[in-house]
């Protein structure tokens, strides 16, 4: 599958199309916003997007600008993320209902997309960011506050792990697959939903956060062992949970095991139809590895979910050149 990219920048652009220009970018990448010039310097912008395993990574650099983004934007945007932000040059500061965020260089900041804010150009502000779809981020976490922020730098930092494998991720992307970008993103995700967890925290056994972080692991043994027993009472033994609390872990997710299992397996099935080097396979054989015990359930269950048969998506994958 080709990556998709998009480079832009507001040089060369005629000063008065540039607030206009500008905006129609930003909101074609991460939903409807306003674009306030400051007046203090002019107006300039540049962006280097790249889009692949469901994630869209952004480098970008603001001048002369303020941000808004009202209840009128959020009504028209389809799509619901996080932004997993490292900014590079500020501050740059967000007023939001709960009161001002700065953000600077030095932090991780994780923020929500679905709440008004206004931003506050002071120097400009650059900034390298990834786009977390929120279904993904709630599948680990079901409860999540707007926004976080996090110190890096130190041994051991947590915040510094996961920027660092952000920025390494990001990097990469030009030379993966598709199934290769699915994979690193799922690890991405994991280690947003490790930093926001703090499971080493003294914490009781019902509190949300605990419940989350095992959660995130209950999907990373299924996810790993597709073809195994994936019993309960397997799944359970297999992160160190009782069956009873496996369950009440799963409650909070609003999927049973059962579904979660099933949405792994085909998910696997998925991205190995459309890797080119799993051309050779037959559908039996992915079907099976993926721990189906009947070529007929696994291609019923893959076209209620996909909405094509297995054969369809592979010839489809293989004209687009995926």
Partial sequence: MTMRELHFSTDGLPASQRADAWRNVLSGIWGEVEIEPTGREPLAGSIHSRAMGGLVF????????????????????????????????????????????????????????????????????????????????????????????????????????????????????AGCSEAEADFLAERLIDLVAFLLARPEDDMEADDGSVRAAHSARIRRHIRQNLASDLSPAAVAAGVGISVRYLHQVLRATGQSLGEQVLEARLEHCRRTLLDPRQAGRSLTDIAFAAGFNHPTHFSRAFRRRFGETPSALRRAGMRSGA
């Fill in 58 to 173: 952004n480098t970008v650099s603001y001048r002369g600008q303020n941000l808004i983004r009202t209840k009128r934007n959020l009504a028209a945007m389809a799509d619901q993320f996080y932004a997993l932000s490292r900014p590079l040059h500020g501050p740059w500061g967000i007023s939001t209902a709960r009161g001002e965020v700065l953000l600077a260089p030095g932090q991780l900041y994780l923020l929500s997309n679905a709440i008004p804010y206004r931003s506050h150009d002071r120097s400009g502000f650059d900034t390298a960011n990834v786009m977390i779809p929120l279904g993904r981020l709630r599948q680990r976490l079901p409860r999540l506050a707007p926004t976080y922020q996090f110190a890096l730098g130190g041994p051991g930092c947590r915040a510094s792990l996961v920027a660092d494998f952000a920025a390494q991720v990001s990097a990469t992307l």
